[in-house]
């Protein structure tokens, strides 16, 4: 099931996949729970230095959540992401505790490039590379069925077509 998981999380881009992660970062802890969009004021969704955003009431601090599923250019991207966060048009910038970055790829050690990124203006940070999110999806029955219901059916059928039982006829028939 990961490997299925993979694949499908791995096609996942923009909106797709910031929808995926709005989902899934909740059932991973509470702190995820109040995670919005980043809303214009007539509070359409838009592009902004922050693609999720979830408000913590209890500190009035901010964990903002990048989301990528480029593959060409990735670590530079991410890098420019992580700056953005800095820019004057981001009004949460001085209120900002955590960076959440979920990548639908894998990223190997440049994880510890957008740590240090991070850690730079004073941001904790969890990244969330293509493995890390499948596994986390294959936690939750109800995610793993939304992203994989297609294939889900199939093996259901399979299954019910293998297991379907002999008719039975009676001795001496």
Known sequence: MIELLK???????????????????????????????????????TKGPVDLLAYKKANDRYIAVLCTGQHPGLKAKILDDIQKLRREDCEIREKIDEVVICISAPIGTDEEVFRNACAHHGWASTTYSLDQLAHLANKSSEITEALCAVEISAIKKALDAKQKPLPVTAPGE
Do not use: Q
């Open 7 to 45: 694949s499908k999380i791995g096609l996942l881009h923009g909106a797709e996949l910031e929808k995926f992660v709005r989902r899934l970062l909740p059932t991973v802890s509470s702190d995820y729970d109040g995670l919005t969009d980043t809303l214009n004021y007539l509070g359409r969704v």
